[in-house]
């Protein structure tokens, strides 16, 4: 099930648990998880949140370094987190699982299982104005990319953090 908006069984629940997925796990949804936890406890929130990707040759790995300088730069370090792969059990533990891009979108509804209670969505779709674009993926270029994508998942962060509080 695809769900173009936060759930509103994440919305009530006391501790909404939120998953962000891009391809490989070490650019865009480690940068959307640290603009999330940032945003939620500048507004006291309590909330699950994690990153993971769709595909798995950096499991293990910390984030891009120039991802990391970019979350540094706004206050969040991002050097212990690891790369892992979305598994079966991510669409059972997450509400909301936002992908960062539509390839992603369509990869996760393909493999959620058939038991699957997390809410699929893309991520800029919160964004009014940017509803069905993708977060750039910075991978390919310098740092600038990286600043105009936090720039992207920060825009989310504080819509979700909107929307829940």
Do not use: K
């Not at 629940?13 to 940068?31: K, M, Q």
């Not at 507004?43 to 990153?51: H, R, Y």
């Not at 730069?73 to 533990?93: K, L, M, N, P, W």
Request: charged share 25%; glycine share 8%.
């Amino acid at each position: 099930m695809i769900s173009r908006a936060l759930p509103d069984r994440a919305i009530m629940s006391d501790s909404p648990a939120i998953l962000f997925v891009c391809l490989g796990n070490i650019c865009r949804s480690p940068l959307a998880e640290a603009a999330l936890r940032a945003e939620a406890a500048r507004a006291g929130l309590v909330l699950t949140i994690d990153s993971a990707g769709t595909g798995d040759w950096h499991v293990g790995r910390a984030p891009d370094a120039r991802a990391q300088a970019t979350a540094l730069r706004h206050g969040s370090d991002i050097s212990g987190y690891r790369a892992r792969q979305v598994g079966r059990e991510d669409f059972r533990r997450f509400d909301q699982i936002f992908a960062l891009d539509r390839d992603n979108l369509a990869t996760l509804a393909a493999i959620a299982p058939a038991d699957a209670t997390a809410a699929l969505g893309l991520l800029l779709d919160l964004v009014p104005g940017r509803e069905g674009e993708s977060v750039r993926d910075p991978y390919y270029g310098d740092v600038t990319g990286f600043d105009l994508t936090w720039a992207e998942v920060s825009a989310a962060a504080r819509a979700i953090v909107a929307r829940i509080g």
